[in-house]
């Protein structure tokens, strides 16, 4: 009868059991590097928004590009107190744009401006306060842009 022929890791049990562990330790590290990098949820932390009765002119002094606050400061000094709390202001209107079943309310709210300020992303129609010469809104303030506009959501025409 011909000699049954072994395969490799039949004959060297030790070398298999070797190969197995280095595989399922790389796949475990690749997991934990895919996992927490990628994968991983993290808690986002809710903030409950606060009024700020603050003027669009004494928000945007701290962010415009006459600001003597750097960048870093910038952006700690927008997370830590404006980032997610509401706000009352008075602007004139540029238009409403409708896109995809939402609108949004472009507004100037700089008294000698004549660029877009504001950005709303609004909870009603606001193709009547787009024909209104000065608007009066709430809204949750998002994020700033690098010298353009500022952009918020859930705004309403309160005035």
């Given at each position: 009868?011909p ?8 004959k060297?049990?030790?070398i298999?059991a070797l190969?197995?562990i ?8 690749a997991?934990?590097?895919t996992?927490?990098?990628y ?5 986002a932390?809710y903030?409950?928004?606060v ?11 701290n962010f415009?590009?006459?600001?003597a606050?750097t960048?870093?400061e910038?952006?700690?000094l927008f997370d830590?107190?404006y980032r997610?709390n509401?706000f009352?202001w ?10 995809v079943?939402?609108?949004?309310l ?7 401006g ?8 609004m ?8 024909n ?5 809104v ?10 353009e506009y500022?952009v918020?959501?859930?705004?309403k025409?309160v005035g």
């Amino acid at each position: 009868m011909p000699e049954e022929k072994k395969s490799f890791l039949s004959k060297h049990p030790v070398i298999g059991a070797l190969l197995l562990i280095v595989f399922l330790v790389g796949l475990a590290l690749a997991y934990s590097y895919t996992y927490g990098k990628y994968l991983k949820k993290t808690d986002a932390s809710y903030k409950t928004p606060v009024f700020i009765n603050e003027s669009f002119e004494e928000v945007d002094k701290n962010f415009n590009v006459k600001s003597a606050l750097t960048n870093e400061e910038q952006d700690k000094l927008f997370d830590e107190k404006y980032r997610y709390n509401a706000f009352k202001w008075t602007c004139r209107s540029l238009g409403c744009v409708k896109l995809v079943g939402k609108t949004t309310l472009k507004l100037v709210c700089r008294t000698d401006g004549f660029t877009e300020d504001l950005r709303l992303g609004m909870n009603e129609d606001c193709t009547d306060a787009a024909n209104l010469p000065e608007v009066t809104v709430t809204f949750q303030l998002l994020s700033k842009t690098e010298g353009e506009y500022y952009v918020g959501r859930a705004g309403k025409v309160v005035g």
